[in-house]
């Protein structure tokens, strides 16, 4: 049988039906088969005796079957791989349900088959072998589920014969057939005892047995079978297993340490809280362990987080338990950052707050037939805008709008949103402030996701739509915000998504020149970046096509641009005298307005202002004048720059515009290493990122293109030091506690850490460019651990691409950034080290984390680690005179070294050329080293892990003894498979949620 089962090569009712016909010639040598069957499911080779089989004493029989087992594999059927184990366990659960299913009639019913196999299956699903208690439990699981699909054909039958003989007795006497009455009932009885009698008491037996004791097991997979199989039973035959005697099972589980099984057990409740007509039996489950259920919607594991919140909204269709906070718990998940747990918990609030919680407003509308100007989509909208400002998160509407996007049509309604922007006629539904600028952003939102990931064909349908309706509302919508900055600035990203065909097709160039006048008049307004750009973006997609309209925009665009360039030039004089505060706030305006036009587009032909910047920076190194207008001047030369350069042509180009180019280049890092030294902070920020922008810009890497390599700037050391200093100095100095006010204490720290990552960002591309020396970022490396929560991941991917440029540098860096962490420890305690601080402590997982990021792969790494370690030991033993008997000063970093020596290969270790022999060969210097000394301990602990153990006591080298404290090595062997978990209990109160 187990030949079948695991090919698969024959029907497995084939299979079944030649044990049922070897049962009734030979019960007994059928069943021993059966037993002998799954035993080798569980990859044992023993073999099963009728003797064995008849032995009361079944521990010790299995016991002796245990030791046919490879134990060495530690593999068995369930959990090899393979092709040949694929189906493996598909093929046994159908076997077993085929064989129940065969013997419905008879055989089960017989106290002989049915006994035998459950006493037998209990005794494999105790064992302390894994294999037995995972394929046995399995197998047991899977024989209570074959019985309940036995018991609820044989309840049908039942209830078919007691409906048959009521309609006989409802006979009068002269019409009632007896023999069919004495039938009927003689069936009657039978199927009783059957179910009441065998069935029940078979299924008693196996959850009594196997599941009480399994649930509990120490394998999470086996704990897993146990509540899932107990959720189907629960589900499929309620009036037996739908009692809080089994629940509370599925109810201590819900606090399981493995995801899994947690997992199994919201599955498991989801599927009988879809079924309304449960809703009484679940009352006292409920009421125990909502607030577990609940809690669960922030488990760490996603899949298990999704699924109680699924969990949740099955609650709501019957169940009215849950209560405002709880709701609240799975709101909040509408704006989480997995898009899973997201969608799910959108799905729970457009069921709740949107249709429940609404259902009752909404017929009342439906009453008012007068309030035509009211509809639906309105209400509901409403009530969206009123949960999104409710939870203070308006800076994320495109979480919610993500999460809601496949529930609420509404999203997708262009017209019920703009008729609450526009109209003056909706009574007690018309928005405030406050609304209207949650609405246009949710607006905006659900633009870019109707239009993102789908099919050409519907994008080109959705755009067309989209583009029909905004054609006409958006310039109204202009008009009516183009003051509010809040507002505008999304309003006038929404034509970037036009299809601009539209404008052509249905000849409505009326409103694109509208459209133009309006973004005309709020670059005039308005000095706001995210504003400005957005409008040099939209006025770029209008004019980078090939449509009829694309000169209308241009001479719209051109105009602008001469206004901006004119006003520019009008307010340089009056703007760069400090005492004129309002000239200077017009020219920094102005400049303002250029620098976002210039991000989307070349008008170096429209401004010829590149002299003029070029003065106002110079001008800024000699004299004191606005900060705002330097930083600006900085950034807008650099992208003045950037467009030189991509102006040119690549094949051709001319050789004095090459000139000229580098000239400027070289002039503004120049201009900008002096505003670094000197400048103030807001100015000197901008010169950094701007240095470093035009590094990589003009790196050597232009030299791919034999015509640009004159281009090439390369620092020299002194920016290369003032460029790393001013990391440091920025981004990791100590913070002033006073910085910041208490009530924009959160907000502001956020804002001068997202700046802080800028900066640190930019130097982290000049060392992945290979511009700037890599030793240089040694300080850099050693903030890796202690600025780890704000900086950690720059810092990592810093290091990643510093060891894809070389290895060897990149660890010799990371050495150097010890060593120099190591000397301002020492130095901090007058010349030694508290082998014992916790600062010496961060000095050495510091080392530890440098040695994992070498790499898996140790022959990659194989020459840098060994660099590491050959310098760090020059360096533990340098000294500045000639050996006297104490040890050098930098003694105790063999300690730090020690913590990387997991990464070294053995023959690097101890082999003829390894790091041992040169460690001697270093140390034939220094002399004997006394035995005992303290002092020398991190020298002995450092050799003692070249070594791999301190069982060589003496080994010399010349006229020096190097001593090393015996230590006897124990062979340690695994401890057994402890099978049931100590003292657990089984309502746990392990806490999982992050």
């Given at each position: 049988?187990?030949?079948?089962?695991?090919?698969?090569?024959?029907?497995?009712?084939?299979?079944?039906?030649?044990?049922?016909?070897?049962?009734?010639?030979?019960?007994?040598?059928?069943?021993?088969?059966?037993?002998?069957?799954?035993?080798?499911?569980?990859?044992?080779?023993?073999?099963?005796?009728?003797?064995?089989?008849?032995?009361?004493?079944?521990?010790?029989?299995?016991?002796?079957?245990?030791?046919?087992?490879?134990?060495?594999?530690?593999?068995?059927?369930?959990?090899?791989?393979?092709?040949?184990?694929?189906?493996?366990?598909?093929?046994?659960?159908?076997?077993?349900?085929?064989?129940?299913?065969?013997?419905?009639?008879?055989?089960?019913?017989?106290?002989?088959?049915?006994?035998?196999?459950?006493?037998?299956?209990?005794?494999?699903?105790?064992?302390?072998?894994?294999?037995?208690?995972?394929?046995?439990?399995?197998?047991?699981?899977?024989?209570?589920?074959?019985?309940?699909?036995?018991?609820?054909?044989?309840?049908?039958?039942?209830?078919?014969?007691?409906?048959?003989?009521?309609?006989?007795?409802?006979?009068?006497?002269?019409?009632?057939?007896?023999?069919?009455?004495?039938?009927?009932?003689?069936?009657?009885?039978?199927?009783?005892?059957?179910?009441?009698?065998?069935?029940?008491?078979?299924?008693?037996?196996?959850?009594?047995?196997?599941?009480?004791?399994?649930?509990?097991?120490?394998?999470?997979?086996?704990?897993?079978?146990?509540?899932?199989?107990?959720?189907?039973?629960?589900?499929?035959?309620?009036?037996?297993?739908?009692?809080?005697?089994?629940?509370?099972?599925?109810?201590?589980?819900?606090?399981?340490?493995?995801?899994?099984?947690?997992?199994?057990?919201?599955?498991?409740?989801?599927?009988?809280?879809?079924?309304?007509?449960?809703?009484?039996?679940?009352?006292?489950?409920?009421?125990?362990?909502?607030?577990?259920?609940?809690?669960?919607?922030?488990?760490?594991?996603?899949?298990?987080?999704?699924?109680?919140?699924?969990?949740?909204?099955?609650?709501?269709?019957?169940?009215?338990?849950?209560?405002?906070?709880?709701?609240?718990?799975?709101?909040?998940?509408?704006?989480?950052?997995?898009?899973?747990?997201?969608?799910?918990?959108?799905?729970f609030l457009h069921k709740k707050l949107l249709t429940e919680d609404l259902e009752e407003v909404l017929k009342?509308?439906?009453?008012?037939?007068?309030?035509?100007?009211?509809?639906?989509?309105?209400?509901?909208?409403?009530?969206?805008?009123?949960?999104?400002?409710?939870?203070?998160?308006?800076?994320?509407?495109?979480?919610?709008?993500?999460?809601?996007?496949?529930?609420?049509?509404?999203?997708?309604?262009?017209?019920?949103?703009?008729?609450?922007?526009?109209?003056?006629?909706?009574?007690?539904?018309?928005?405030?402030?406050?609304?209207?600028?949650?609405?246009?952003?949710?607006?905006?939102?659900?633009?870019?996701?109707?239009?993102?990931?789908?099919?050409?064909?519907?994008?080109?349908?959705?755009?067309?739509?989209?583009?029909?309706?905004?054609?006409?509302?958006?310039?109204?919508?202009?008009?009516?915000?183009?003051?509010?900055?809040?507002?505008?600035?999304?309003?006038?990203?929404?034509?970037?998504?036009?299809?601009?065909?539209?404008?052509?097709?249905?000849?409505?160039?009326?409103?694109?020149?509208?459209?133009?006048?309006?973004?005309?008049?709020?670059?005039?307004?308005?000095?706001?970046?995210?504003?400005?750009r957005n409008c040099a973006f939209t006025y770029r997609y209008f004019i980078d096509n090939e449509l009829s309209?694309?000169?209308?925009?241009?001479?719209?665009?051109?105009?602008?641009?001469?206004?901006?360039?004119?006003?520019?030039?009008?307010?340089?004089?009056?703007?760069?005298?400090?005492?004129?505060?309002?000239?200077?706030?017009?020219?920094?305006?102005?400049?303002?307005?250029?620098?976002?036009?210039?991000?989307?587009?070349?008008?170096?032909?429209?401004?010829?202002?590149?002299?003029?910047?070029?003065?106002?920076?110079?001008?800024?190194?000699?004299?004191?004048?606005?900060?705002?207008?330097?930083?600006?001047?900085?950034?807008?030369?650099?992208?003045?720059?950037?467009?030189?350069?991509?102006?040119?042509?690549?094949?051709?180009?001319?050789?004095?515009?090459?000139?000229?180019?580098?000239?400027?280049?070289?002039?503004?890092?120049?201009?900008?290493?002096?505003?670094?030294?000197?400048?103030?902070?807001?100015?000197?920020?901008?010169?950094?990122?701007?240095?470093?922008?035009?590094?990589?810009?003009?790196?050597?890497?232009?030299?791919?293109?034999?015509?640009?390599?004159?281009?090439?700037?390369?620092?020299?050391?002194?920016?290369?030091?003032?460029?790393?200093?001013?990391?440091?100095?920025?981004?990791?100095?100590?913070?002033?506690?006073?910085?910041?006010?208490?009530?924009?204490?959160?907000?502001?720290?956020?804002?001068?850490?997202?700046?802080?990552?800028?900066?640190?960002?930019?130097?982290?591309?000049?060392?992945?460019?290979?511009?700037?020396?890599?030793?240089?970022?040694?300080?850099?490396?050693?903030?890796?651990?202690?600025?780890?929560?704000?900086?950690?991941?720059?810092?990592?991917?810093?290091?990643?691409?510093?060891?894809?440029?070389?290895?060897?540098?990149?660890?010799?860096?990371?050495?150097?950034?010890?060593?120099?962490?190591?000397?301002?420890?020492?130095?901090?305690?007058?010349?030694?080290?508290?082998?014992?601080?916790?600062?010496?402590?961060?000095?050495?997982?510091?080392?530890?984390?440098?040695?994992?990021?070498?790499?898996?792969?140790?022959?990659?790494?194989?020459?840098?680690?060994?660099?590491?370690?050959?310098?760090?030991?020059?360096?533990?033993?340098?000294?500045?005179?000639?050996?006297?008997?104490?040890?050098?000063?930098?003694?105790?970093?063999?300690?730090?070294?020690?913590?990387?020596?997991?990464?070294?290969?053995?023959?690097?270790?101890?082999?003829?050329?390894?790091?041992?022999?040169?460690?001697?060969?270093?140390?034939?210097?220094?002399?004997?080293?006394?035995?005992?000394?303290?002092?020398?301990?991190?020298?002995?602990?450092?050799?003692?892990?070249?070594?791999?153990?301190?069982?060589?006591?003496?080994?010399?080298?010349?006229?020096?003894?190097?001593?090393?404290?015996?230590?006897?090595?124990?062979?340690?062997?695994?401890?057994?498979?402890?099978?049931?978990?100590?003292?657990?209990?089984?309502?746990?109160?392990?806490?999982?949620?992050?």
């Amino acid at each position: 049988m187990y030949g079948y089962v695991l090919s698969g090569r024959a029907a497995l009712q084939v299979v079944v039906d030649e044990w049922i016909d070897e049962y009734k010639k030979d019960r007994e040598k059928a069943v021993v088969d059966l037993i002998q069957f799954f035993v080798q499911c569980c990859g044992c080779k023993g073999k099963l005796s009728q003797i064995m089989f008849a032995n009361q004493d079944k521990v010790k029989s299995i016991r002796k079957l245990t030791e046919s087992f490879d134990e060495e594999s530690g593999e068995y059927p369930l959990i090899q791989g393979g092709p040949l184990f694929k189906k493996f366990k598909s093929n046994l659960l159908e076997f077993i349900e085929r064989l129940i299913r065969g013997c419905k009639h008879n055989i089960i019913y017989d106290e002989y088959m049915m006994d035998n196999v459950i006493s037998w299956l209990l005794a494999l699903s105790d064992s302390q072998v894994r294999a037995f208690r995972h394929t046995c439990t399995l197998i047991g699981m899977t024989l209570v589920t074959s019985l309940i699909d036995i018991a609820k054909m044989v309840q049908m039958d039942l209830e078919n014969t007691e409906r048959q003989l009521e309609t006989e007795l409802k006979k009068g006497q002269a019409k009632r057939a007896f023999a069919k009455v004495e039938r009927l009932q003689s069936k009657q009885k039978e199927l009783r005892s059957h179910l009441d009698g065998f069935l029940t008491d078979f299924m008693s037996q196996i959850f009594s047995g196997l599941f009480v004791h399994r649930y509990r097991d120490c394998r999470a997979e086996i704990r897993s079978i146990c509540i899932q199989e107990l959720g189907h039973w629960m589900k499929h035959l309620p009036s037996h297993f739908l009692k809080d005697q089994y629940l509370k099972y599925v109810g201590w589980t819900l606090h399981d340490r493995h995801a899994e099984v947690r997992l199994k057990s919201v599955l498991a409740l989801q599927g009988l809280y879809m079924i309304e007509d449960f809703a009484q039996q679940l009352e006292l489950f409920t009421a125990r362990f909502k607030n577990r259920i609940v809690e669960m919607v922030h488990d760490k594991e996603e899949n298990v987080a999704v699924q109680a919140v699924k969990l949740i909204s099955f609650m709501l269709n019957s169940f009215d338990v849950l209560e405002n906070a709880d709701c609240e718990v799975v709101y909040q998940l509408v704006f989480a950052n997995n898009r899973n747990i997201s969608h799910a918990a959108g799905e729970f609030l457009h069921k709740k707050l949107l249709t429940e919680d609404l259902e009752e407003v909404l017929k009342e509308h439906r009453a008012q037939r007068h309030t035509r100007k009211i509809r639906e989509p309105h209400i509901i909208l409403k009530e969206l805008l009123r949960f999104f400002l409710e939870n203070e998160v308006s800076e994320h509407g495109a979480y919610m709008v993500d999460s809601l996007w496949e529930t609420v049509e509404v999203l997708r309604d262009w017209k019920s949103m703009t008729e609450l922007l526009l109209s003056e006629e909706l009574g007690e539904l018309a928005l405030n402030d406050e609304e209207e600028g949650a609405l246009i952003e949710i607006m905006t939102c659900a633009i870019k996701r109707e239009l993102n990931t789908k099919e050409r064909r519907q994008l080109d349908a959705d755009r067309n739509s989209l583009t029909k309706h905004f054609i006409a509302e958006l310039p109204e919508l202009l008009g009516k915000f183009s003051t509010d900055e809040q507002k505008i600035v999304s309003l006038v990203e929404i034509p970037q998504y036009f299809h601009l065909e539209v404008y052509v097709e249905h000849r409505l160039n009326k409103f694109l020149e509208l459209l133009l006048k309006y973004l005309h008049d709020i670059v005039g307004k308005h000095s706001d970046a995210d504003v400005l750009r957005n409008c040099a973006f939209t006025y770029r997609y209008f004019i980078d096509n090939e449509l009829s309209i694309q000169t209308t925009a241009a001479v719209a665009f051109r105009q602008l641009i001469d206004e901006l360039v004119s006003s520019f030039h009008s307010l340089i004089t009056d703007g760069l005298e400090s005492e004129n505060e309002q000239g200077e706030f017009k020219l920094l305006v102005a400049m303002k307005r250029l620098y976002a036009f210039y991000q989307a587009h070349d008008i170096t032909d429209l401004a010829d202002i590149e002299k003029d910047v070029s003065a106002i920076i110079t001008k800024a190194n000699q004299q004191q004048i606005n900060d705002d207008i330097t930083a600006t001047a900085v950034m807008l030369m650099q992208v003045i720059l950037s467009w030189a350069l991509y102006r040119t042509n690549p094949s051709e180009p001319s050789k004095s515009e090459l000139k000229k180019l580098r000239k400027s280049v070289v002039q503004l890092i120049q201009q900008c290493d002096e505003l670094i030294q000197f400048g103030v902070a807001s100015v000197q920020k901008e010169a950094f990122i701007t240095v470093c922008d035009m590094l990589i810009i003009f790196a050597p890497q232009l030299k791919q293109n034999a015509n640009y390599s004159s281009l090439i700037v390369v620092p020299d050391k002194s920016v290369q030091i003032r460029l790393r200093d001013y990391v440091m100095t920025t981004v990791f100095a100590e913070e002033d506690p006073q910085q910041f006010q208490e009530d924009e204490e959160d907000e502001a720290k956020t804002e001068v850490l997202i700046e802080k990552r800028r900066v640190l960002a930019s130097f982290g591309k000049l060392i992945a460019f290979n511009i700037i020396e890599m030793r240089l970022a040694a300080p850099i490396f050693a903030q890796y651990v202690k600025s780890y929560q704000d900086y950690g991941d720059i810092v990592k991917q810093m290091m990643s691409k510093a060891r894809e440029l070389n290895r060897t540098k990149c660890m010799r860096t990371q050495l150097l950034s010890l060593e120099q962490l190591f000397e301002e420890l020492r130095d901090q305690n007058e010349g030694r080290i508290d082998r014992s601080s916790e600062e010496w402590t961060k000095i050495k997982d510091l080392a530890h984390r440098f040695a994992l990021m070498a790499g898996v792969d140790n022959y990659k790494s194989r020459q840098a680690v060994v660099t590491f370690h050959r310098e760090g030991i020059i360096y533990c033993l340098l000294r500045n005179g000639p050996p006297d008997g104490s040890p050098p000063s930098n003694i105790v970093f063999f300690d730090i070294l020690a913590e990387t020596t997991f990464k070294l290969m053995d023959i690097d270790k101890k082999g003829p050329k390894g790091l041992l022999a040169f460690l001697e060969e270093q140390l034939m210097k220094e002399g004997e080293i006394p035995e005992d000394e303290i002092e020398w301990g991190p020298l002995r602990t450092y050799r003692t892990a070249l070594v791999g153990s301190m069982s060589e006591p003496y080994m010399y080298y010349g006229k020096r003894k190097m001593v090393g404290s015996p230590m006897r090595v124990v062979e340690v062997k695994r401890p057994r498979d402890d099978y049931v978990i100590d003292n657990w209990q089984a309502s746990g109160s392990g806490n999982y949620v992050q």
